[in-house]
């Protein structure tokens, strides 16, 4: 009798255990916090990005939402750690140009697939990158840049980022100067040590460097791109100089492999709604940033069609895999 009595114990408690993880995975989503891993430094401007987008992000989905930055390597770190979390929706990553789109050319090895080891559940962002130069510097424009540069004098380069770091060695390569290129675990203490004069240059993003350049201790050269933008009026692009030195640097919310699809359409409707909202237009626009609202599929194809890109830019620039 006392076996029976333990056996329907067990029995009542594995029914009840099962019970339970069929009302929790019944919970409609989200049912807890939403952790949003950010791959660079606080202060920076995918951090900046996603702190003011998620801050709306979340009244819709009825959740809080923590930012998590996981700085380094080009962003690898973060999208590491992302790929091999739960894909239950409650592990995010702000992902970025930076570790889907340059890194598989500017690493031998990741411990992570860039495209297939995560869900695409909406582009967010393109981030407007500058030529920038310390504020007290007696540079002005591309030419007079262009001279300094070539005059025999050695030349540094900070980078916080893989996009500062292609462009860097693009410009070198098209502009033909040579420069040591100095590396950064993200922006924040790379433009830190710039306007201290621990190297010359860099290309930084505006969402980044935009409060610098208004107190005058960082002053930009030129738009990374092929014509000027509405939000630095009147800053001419290095396109104009050198034809096609133009990148798109861009950040949208993913999550690992497996996502299930009714989530992924409420968070990306969410993103979007969110990014075509007047008042977020208002505030990226602020901040340097160009908001770029695009549904799952949509952004899937971009991230494939980019690696591919930067594959292409990267050769170009002589950047040997490390």
């Given at each position: 009798?006392?076996?029976?009595?333990?056996?329907?114990?067990?029995?009542?408690?594995?029914?009840?255990?099962?019970?339970?993880?069929?009302?929790?995975?019944?919970?409609?989503?989200?049912?807890?916090?939403?952790?949003?891993?950010?791959?660079?430094?606080?202060?920076?401007?995918?951090?900046?990005?996603?702190?003011?987008?998620?801050?709306?992000?979340?009244?819709?989905?009825?959740?809080?939402?923590?930012?998590?930055?996981?700085?380094?390597?080009?962003?690898?770190?973060?999208?590491?750690?992302?790929?091999?979390a739960a894909p239950?929706?409650?592990?995010?990553?702000?992902?970025?140009?930076?570790?889907?789109?340059?890194?598989?050319?500017?690493?031998?090895?990741?411990?992570?697939?860039?495209?297939?080891?995560?869900?695409?559940?909406?582009?967010?962002?393109?981030?407007?990158?500058?030529?920038?130069?310390?504020?007290?510097?007696?540079?002005?424009?591309?030419?007079?840049?262009?001279?300094?540069?070539?005059?025999?004098?050695?030349?540094?380069?900070?980078?916080?980022?893989?996009?500062?770091?292609?462009a860097g060695a693009?410009?070198?390569?098209?502009?033909?100067?040579?420069?040591?290129?100095?590396?950064?675990?993200?922006?924040?203490?790379?433009?830190?040590?710039?306007?201290?004069?621990?190297?010359?240059?860099?290309?930084?993003?505006?969402?980044?460097?935009?409060?610098?350049?208004?107190?005058?201790?960082?002053?930009?050269?030129?738009?990374?791109?092929?014509?000027?933008?509405?939000?630095?009026?009147?800053?001419?692009?290095?396109?104009?100089?050198?034809?096609?030195?133009?990148?798109?640097?861009?950040?949208?919310?993913?999550?690992?492999?497996?996502?299930?699809?009714?989530?992924?359409?409420?968070?990306?409707?969410?993103?979007?709604?969110?990014?075509?909202?007047?008042?977020?237009?208002?505030?990226?626009?602020?901040?340097?940033?160009?908001?770029?609202?695009?549904?799952?599929?949509?952004?899937?194809?971009?991230?494939?069609?980019?690696?591919?890109?930067?594959?292409?830019?990267?050769?170009?620039?002589?950047?040997?895999?490390?």
């Amino acid at each position: 009798m006392q076996i029976l009595d333990s056996f329907l114990a067990k029995a009542l408690a594995a029914g009840t255990l099962a019970l339970a993880c069929a009302a929790a995975s019944a919970q409609p989503y989200p049912a807890k916090p939403i952790r949003v891993v950010v791959p660079f430094a606080a202060g920076s401007g995918t951090d900046v990005m996603t702190r003011v987008l998620m801050e709306d992000v979340h009244k819709g989905l009825g959740a809080p939402i923590v930012i998590d930055n996981k700085p380094g390597a080009n962003g690898s770190i973060a999208a590491e750690a992302v790929s091999k979390a739960a894909p239950d929706g409650y592990t995010l990553l702000l992902g970025t140009s930076s570790a889907h789109s340059a890194n598989p050319w500017l690493y031998k090895k990741l411990n992570y697939a860039p495209i297939k080891d995560f869900t695409a559940i909406a582009r967010t962002t393109n981030f407007p990158f500058v030529l920038v130069v310390n504020g007290t510097s007696p540079l002005t424009n591309v030419a007079d840049f262009l001279k300094a540069v070539r005059g025999g004098a050695k030349n540094t380069m900070g980078y916080g980022n893989a996009t500062g770091q292609v462009a860097g060695a693009h410009l070198m390569n098209v502009g033909k100067f040579s420069a040591i290129a100095v590396p950064y675990r993200s922006t924040p203490p790379a433009l830190v040590d710039l306007v201290g004069g621990q190297f010359d240059f860099m290309f930084v993003d505006l969402a980044s460097s935009q409060g610098l350049v208004k107190d005058g201790k960082v002053r930009p050269l030129a738009m990374m791109a092929d014509k000027g933008s509405v939000l630095m009026p009147g800053l001419p692009a290095l396109g104009e100089t050198f034809p096609g030195f133009s990148y798109i640097a861009w950040g949208g919310l993913m999550g690992p492999a497996g996502i299930p699809p009714d989530i992924v359409a409420k968070l990306s409707a969410e993103v979007v709604k969110s990014l075509n909202k007047p008042a977020i237009k208002e505030r990226f626009a602020a901040l340097g940033l160009e908001p770029y609202p695009a549904p799952p599929e949509e952004f899937a194809r971009f991230m494939v069609e980019q690696e591919a890109a930067w594959g292409t830019r990267i050769k170009d620039a002589g950047i040997q895999a490390e």
